[in-house]
């Protein structure tokens, strides 16, 4: 079931084609090294098909679904793992123990359909499947005795955008179309959903709105929830199809239940999303801070002004620094506005007196409205783009050489901010000495509210051969409960799986943990869906 | 059980000393026999206390609630009914046959805890009461033979801000708090919600919550549901907290299920609510179009261009006369922006601009931004608004002189629209001539979103002695099909009740309707909570 020409890579991120070339990755390790102070780091080469021994697959497919259903070492290997840390890691250990036994790729609706079915009658648990981009094992095989075996459903042949309403903006879309399939879909018509995590290129509508994942826009729409004007769902009880609708308060949002359900109450087949006109007047600035605390001070003002730049991410030193935005010793806040239908310059006139009045520095030319061309807009914007989306092939890398990476995410209020911040830096930077000896914990915040920011943490450290799991689990295990204790939320937009379940079950209200659990065996009698994945049941 | 000083109509809309006069009564007759060509109008004179046979409590409280709890004729009459036209006709009727049997008023959390817990074991339903200002019959009893008795749960005693945020613009606020309650006591921090429905005066946070109200705001924010932070809600089976939190993508939001549950799946005690800075800067425009729809295009290319107004009502040509802003002629369009932070010039020019792409016609001097001090917005602002919030009176004075009035409200993408509009006024006008002979039906935009308009209709109708209800039922009911049939939504912000049942049992998805009957079951178990509201359970 490969697809012909590329093929993505089935132990990490990306296509096998794409990445660091092998003297890159030298160059990287030895500028890591350098970082972390420390001699060298070696480099485990990436795992081959051929090295990988499965565990024979359980079950097999009923006849009738076998032209969807493939048991190919690939596709199998390929739906072992998300991309998270530990998944990376595995794949590096050529450890793919527990692979679904079978993978789905349904042409429709219809296949969906008939694969619950199948799988409810035949006690199979099925993991629904977009671009594979969970990084909290979201996507994995459920080892659970209960089922008879796993059934990996890959909603990637669901691409295509099926219906542009131009009045309305808005276009239904199959939820298994990638970032970019998506977009170029919709190009033609002069929208765009904008909805560009760092994910882009290998996740799904579909991915999106299980998991609410976060977006491009750092105010205002910062989730997906927002866009998401009516959903199609198959469960193994039937089609949950909600009416296209800009507002409604008819009875709680159908749509809300389903948004952030990771796939345990249905498979998410389309939806129509609200679009908007691609942008044609921008403007941008950096303003740097002689601290972070500064830093966040500015971002508060903005984000309580009532302005709703769609950029306003602030990096601390470090961060800006390993970006090419500062010296390493200035925090620096990325600001943007973009408008399909005005130029920008009040709107960034006022962000930018707002982050002077908290001491930010800027050059006099900054934040100018540009309307700038899609060509030129694509030379700038498209390096910073491209590294963006590029990240991910060199997390990888850096795994492949035995460090320990995480990236976490949170949110919390502005009032228990600085506490909380203290809190989260402490707890983590010991457990990062103490489990790993040498390493860094930066921060930045990638989206902002009214009522406070999202702060977004990242760990970069030295690992032991053979133990980088059991120290990435320790230094995660003490972020998570910093986090849960300073009044944070365990994820505001990497959503919850089966890794932050320890934390997300003591956030997570018990009434309402008793709530969805009722929902899902309402609509999911036999439990077969992405078992163990936000609730036990 | 009632408050010292001044009384609230146990029989309609708010004060007993408040409303139009007699002699105001007459004149309003006089002006609505002319307007649909009638010869008189005959006023009925409103209920008295002492003319109501009410039957007898079929329960008592227990001894442990007796403190709280009051069988009072007062009481029970003015817990029989929300505010809705079929209210007050059987108000006027002095039709109370189906009271509560007891109203409770419970001083805090436990107190209503203890409620459930007696209502659980007794049988006894229990109604949530906010305000009573419930249109959709929310509020009313229900004649379920399952049950042994009702209580009305009257939050009002918990009315009171808890705690004040001014980081991150938020506070702790009892659900039972009015309105003006609410506001009086956020204006010290300079901070206030910004919720103003129509009901403002006599609803309350908890009921908003619990409805979806639709609120100030005309963009954007249009909903109660994207102030809630947190939310605090009784359940039989035990208290919901969820985490203040500015965003989160932990799951499905705790929040979105019990917003707009209209109490069937708990009591909502409290709520962390995001707040904002009291606006400084106002900038008000008042735009003419020769027609609705001319005005509806101007309003799709504002709400499109990412501006925001906070007021962007549409007004159609008989609707703006009544308000006194044209001539009968003209559609008018009431544009608004505020802000604490900025002067609004850019935003209203770019606006407006919009209007005169669509033939919208303005004064050289409209939309200047304003620094008016709040004494002088009090002034002009404060008549329309007083004219506003006294307009529940008015309808009540319409229903004593037999009229038939009736207004409901819905959204719909905008490439519907047209056809929508055009299948909305047709059945609801043939409607209006076949049962009433003469009367007419209007409409404006109360809320705009990027992908539709939220149109709310009016109707005002002669009524036959005797027989306003039945002709009421027939209204609705074929503007109610219209709606479903041309892919609006049975209701936009007034809720569901039990009056847009049968409606709103068709838009609701089936799926979703069974997972939210197995929430109530796992909150409730007794199903005890508001029974026959949203679903039959």
């Known amino acids: 079931m490969s697809v012909p020409g590329r093929r993505r890579r089935f132990w990490g991120w990306g296509w096998e084609d794409a990445g660091p070339s092998p003297a890159q990755q030298e160059a ?39 032209p969807i259903c493939s048991a190919a070492p690939y596709d199998r290997a390929a739906h072992t793992y998300g991309k998270s840390f530990r998944d990376v890691v595995r794949a590096y250990r050529r450890d793919f123990r527990h692979p679904p036994d079978v993978v789905a790729f349904p042409r429709d609706e219809v296949d969906v359909a008939a694969v619950l079915e199948w799988a409810t009658g035949a006690h199979v648990a099925v993991v629904p499947y977009g671009g594979g981009s969970s990084v909290v094992g979201g996507v994995e095989p459920p080892r659970d005795e209960r089922f008879a075996g796993v059934v990996s459903l890959d909603l990637g042949r669901l691409d295509r955008v099926l219906e542009v309403d131009t009045a309305s903006r808005a276009a239904r879309i199959q939820a298994g179309a990638l970032g970019p399939a998506l977009e170029e879909q919709l190009r033609p018509h002069g929208l765009t959903l904008r909805h560009f995590p760092q994910s882009f290129e290998f996740s799904t509508l579909g991915g999106w709105i299980a998991t609410r994942s976060g977006g491009h826009y750092a105010t205002l729409y910062t989730h997906i929830d927002d866009f998401v004007e009516a959903l199609r769902v198959v469960t193994p009880t039937g089609v949950m199809a909600s009416r296209r609708l800009p507002g409604s308060g008819a009875g709680p949002s159908p749509e809300r239940l389903f948004l952030g359900s990771e796939g345990i109450l249905g498979v998410i087949v389309e939806a129509w999303m609200r679009l908007t006109a691609r942008p044609t007047f921008r403007a941008a600035a950096s303003v740097t801070f002689s601290d972070f605390a ?86 700038a914007a498209g390096a910073w783009r491209r590294a963006f989306l590029d990240a991910p092939y060199l997390r990888d890398a850096l795994v492949g050489m035995g460090l320990v990476t995480e990236t976490f995410e949170t949110a919390v209020t502005w009032d228990r901010f600085p506490a909380f911040h203290a809190a989260v830096m402490t707890a983590t930077t010991d457990a990062v000495h103490r489990v790993c000896g040498r390493g860094q914990v930066t921060v930045r915040f990638t989206h902002a509210y009214p009522d406070g920011p999202a702060p977004y943490y990242t760990v970069l450290a030295a690992g032991r051969p053979g133990s980088q799991l059991e120290q990435w689990a320790e230094i995660k295990a003490a972020a998570s409960e910093a986090i849960l204790a300073a009044g944070g939320t365990i994820t505001h937009h990497h959503a919850v799986g089966r890794d932050h379940r320890p934390w997300y079950d003591r956030e997570r209200p018990a009434p309402f943990a008793a709530a969805l659990a009722a929902a899902k065996a309402a609509l999911d009698p036999a439990g077969i869906l992405n078992p163990g994945v936000l609730i036990d049941a």
């Open 28 to 66: 990287i390790g030895r500028a890591v090294a350098a970082r972390l102070g420390l001699d060298a780091v070696h480099m485990t080469p990436p795992p081959r098909l051929e090295e990988i021994a499965l565990p024979p697959p359980r079950i097999a497919a009923p006849a009738r679904l076998a």
């Open 294 to 379: 500064a830093g966040a001070a500015a971002v508060r003002a903005i984000a309580q002004a009532g302005l709703y730049p769609a950029n306003c991410r602030l990096l601390d030193p470090t961060e800006a620094a390993t970006a090419g935005a500062g010296d390493g010793q200035a925090a620096v806040l990325l600001l943007a506005f973009e408008s399909a239908d005005h130029p920008l310059d009040p709107w960034m006139a006022r962000a930018l007196e707002c982050a002077a009045d908290h001491g930010g520095r800027f050059a006099p030319e900054a934040g100018r409205t540009r309307t700038s061309s899609e060509g030129e807009r694509e030379g």
